[in-house]
């Protein structure tokens, strides 16, 4: 039976205590995960103070956040404790951020789309599109270059849209925690990213203390006004001191929103339900996890994209075991995730007849081990294996002529993606200033598709160039990674790092194959109202990223804390688009631009550079006025090709500066959020530019007892403003075209939302 030898533990305690040196990150890899120490005897208070946690209002104190116990607001019962091994733990870089559950939960008034919580995070971002379905973006790279694990599950876009991407699987209020990598995180996080990678828990077990059993249940239900938005969240567990039972899930639907001057933004309704319930078993040093679960999206408008979901649903088994043993900890998971999707036309704001359908399954494992190798030397190795499917097909519709019948036209054929990845790594604590941490990773890829047809003649040229070639392709990618972290002192830290990442295309960058301007227009997950090809020749990019992060604090770590991270990354091979000049683009669309054009997507060196910045402070204290905390994020990031083209969605410079107050049951707070203008836009996809503005959110709650209100009000002067990554508004402005119907005008944006009066109640037993 693995326990902790006392040996094991004065070293496990060791390490952790070093480990707790780790500047303005939650330190999961705790006393508490390494040993089975009874959860008393965490050193919560120490293990807590330094993350940079944005918490809204309702943020429970910082103690809480960093603890593995998950943050439920009101749900907790001091009867309930932690499992003793941590459900996730891994190295943390000093620029790595992690948002408790209670971020999650104050979220949730506003939003059920989980990705905006990246907005969060200093450097992060995310385009817009579907309302429950944003693509993350961190440090100026988005969509899959941004890799989402939940529960150590990864899923694959299942879509040319990227419309169900890996957070659109969790509402807002299911997140216990979520932990944002950016570009130098060490190589045990992952591999196959470039931009960052993010690990939501959901569900983290909670066990009773003692003998009684433990029953905990909240529910709540929310109402917004703009888009006229309601839905219910709800989560129960049951638990002995060695079995627990978990339910977490939600319902949530809403019409279209308006923009602040009124308008109705067409195509943003959306409906959406996932589900989880996972069981727990726990014996000593041991902790067996398994979750079932599914979603059900009956519909999801686009405003930036020429179709919508009209339906996606989704299963999952994911397993999981962490043990801890004498020399150190094993931390093993595996998981089936799978996806059916159809995408159509929402009417009365799309009207049109072309489905489209998706399957796609992931299948993977990951196993990694934490050696404690000295008294000074933890090493991490790890491997781990994804296996993806695809197919993609859109079935012929009668009575529409060559353009789309007599065949189903199959855009991807029995697609296939793996990876099979291996790493080790090396962390040395060489004295309490001192900490490096080196790591290598290789990351073999292969991919392969099928033949593909058409639905007519007219699209045979390009399909029989495309199943005249070879498509299997076979990446072998090397990773690694070096920081070096410098604590001088109890106020200050320092860390230096550098890392290559690299990742492979995705199916449709490789593998989408027609250059009919219908189809083209089908495929792209930019939400910039472009067609795009892919390209079987894509080499895979290869990020060279170093980052240097300065971190200050009170010593207590209770009063104040600052945080600077400057970057800089050059992306060899950088996968962005080259203007089609193949098949049946036209020679017009070489140089057009003033509208949308068609592209390729092709290799291209970039460099990327920002800053991130974020920080907080307590500024009172006391019996009388309750607590203040002022606390403020700031971020600018530089992204263009060495031939001098910009990137495309780079959030332009952008700021949140916030004053959260708590007194008794009362919470408040008042949030300004800053966006400047976006005027280096990408040339080759006609981006077009976005306005400067500024949004003032306010909230304030109340608890009694088991029951507590909450009530916002977002955009508080409804203000208009367009989504500097919102992409093209396809719907709203549109022209008569020549064969009938209607066509996008070029050169519109999507407008944000308009004021909106959000009111959650909760009610925990
Ligand atoms: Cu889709």
Redesign the pocket.
């Known amino acids: 039976m693995p326990s902790v030898s006392s040996a094991g533990l004065s070293r496990s305690l060791l390490l952790s205590t070093s480990l707790l040196s780790l500047p303005l990150a939650t330190v999961v890899f705790s006393a508490a995960s390494l040993s089975s120490a009874p959860a008393s005897a965490q050193t919560a208070s120490r293990l807590s103070t330094i993350v940079v946690d944005p918490a809204r209002p309702r943020a429970k104190p910082r103690a809480r956040a960093t603890t593995a116990s998950p943050q439920r607001g009101p749900v907790i019962r001091d009867a309930a404790v932690p499992p003793p091994v941590a459900p996730s733990s891994g190295p943390v870089s000093a620029s790595t951020t992690t948002l408790p559950g209670s971020t999650a939960v104050a979220r949730s008034l506003g939003t059920s789309d989980s990705a905006s919580l990246v907005t969060d995070i200093p450097g992060g971002a995310v385009w817009g599109a579907g309302g429950v379905s944003s693509l993350p973006a961190l440090n100026g790279v988005g969509a899959d270059r941004v890799q989402v694990a939940i529960n150590s599950m990864l899923i694959s876009p299942?879509?040319?849209?990227?419309?169900?991407p890996p957070l659109s699987f969790v509402n807002p209020q299911m997140i216990a925690s979520m932990r944002a990598y950016l570009g130098v995180a060490p190589v045990s996080v992952g591999g196959d990213y470039i931009g960052g990678k993010i690990d939501v828990t959901t569900a983290p077990p909670l066990f009773a203390a003692g003998p009684s059993l433990l029953t905990t249940a909240t529910v709540s239900g929310f109402y917004r006004s703009n888009g006229n938005a309601y839905g219910a969240d709800a989560r129960a567990t049951i638990a002995n001191q060695d079995t627990s039972v978990t339910y977490t899930g939600g319902w949530a639907r809403s019409s279209n929103y308006k923009a602040g001057n009124g308008m109705t933004v067409k195509s943003t309704l959306w409906e959406v339900q996932n589900h989880a319930v996972s069981i727990s078993r726990q014996s000593a040093g041991n902790l067996f996890t398994l979750q079932v679960g599914g979603q059900f999206i009956p519909y999801q408008g686009y405003v930036n994209?020429y179709?919508d979901?009209v339906s996606?649903r989704s299963m999952f088994v994911n397993g999981r075991y962490d043990g801890v043993f004498d020399w150190g900890k094993l931390e093993t998971s595996a998981f089936y995730h799978r996806i059916r999707?159809?995408?159509g036309f929402i009417a009365p704001d799309k009207v049109a007849d072309m489905p489209?359908d998706?399957r796609g399954t992931d299948l993977g494992y990951n196993i990694k081990a934490s050696v404690i190798a000295s008294d000074h030397d933890l090493i991490r190795i790890g491997n781990e294996t994804h296996a993806y499917r695809l197919d993609d097909w859109w079935d012929p519709v009668p009575g529409s002529g060559m353009m789309m019948s007599p065949n189903t036209f199959i855009n991807i054929n029995d697609g296939r993606r793996t990876r099979l990845g291996t790493f080790v790594e090396w962390e040395r604590h060489w004295n309490p200033e001192w900490t490096t941490v080196f790591g290598l990773r290789n990351d073999v890829v292969w991919m392969g598709t099928g033949n593909v047809q058409g639905y007519s003649a007219m699209y045979a040229a390009d399909a029989a160039r495309f199943n005249g070639r070879d498509r299997d392709r076979t990446d072998v990618n090397f990773d690694g990674s070096a920081l070096i972290r410098y604590t001088p002192n109890a106020i200050s830290q320092f860390e230096l790092g550098f890392a290559r990442k690299t990742r492979s295309p995705n199916l449709y960058e490789r593998y989408a194959w027609s250059t009919s301007a219908m189809a083209m227009n089908m495929i792209g997950w930019f939400g910039d109202g472009n067609g795009y090809v892919g390209n079987v020749d894509l080499k895979p990019e290869k990020a060279h990223t170093v980052s240097f992060t300065a971190a200050w604090h009170d010593p207590a770590q209770k009063l104040w804390e600052i945080r600077v991270t400057p970057y800089y990354s050059y992306v060899q091979d950088y996968i962005d688009v080259n203007r089609c000049a193949i098949g049946s683009c036209s020679a017009a669309n070489l140089t057009a631009s003033n509208s949308f054009v068609f592209l390729q997507f092709a290799n291209h060196d970039a460099e990327l550079y920002g800053v991130n910045l974020d920080g907080r402070l307590t500024a009172w204290d006391n019996a009388a006025y309750g607590r203040g905390v002022l606390r403020g994020q700031f971020a600018y990031v530089h992204g263009r090709r060495t031939d001098g083209i910009n990137l495309y969605h780079v959030m332009p410079v952008n700021a949140k500066l916030a004053l959260d107050h708590e007194i008794g049951g009362w919470v408040n707070g008042i949030e300004l959020q800053l966006v400047g203008a976006k005027t280096q836009v990408s040339e080759v996809r006609n981006e077009t530019t976005t306005s400067a503005y500024a949004l003032l959110n306010l909230r304030t709650g109340y608890r009694w007892e088991n029951v507590r209100l909450d009530v916002g009000v977002d955009n508080v002067f409804d203000k208009y403003y367009t989504l500097p990554l919102g992409g093209a508004d396809l719907v709203d402005y549109r022209a008569a075209s020549m064969m009938g119907g209607s066509s996008p005008i070029w050169g519109y944006g999507v407008p944000g939302m308009g004021r909106s009066f959000n009111t959650r109640l909760t009610v925990s037993f």
């Open positions: 299942a879509c040319p849209n990227e419309m169900n994209q179709m979901m996606n999707h159809t995408m489209m998706t």
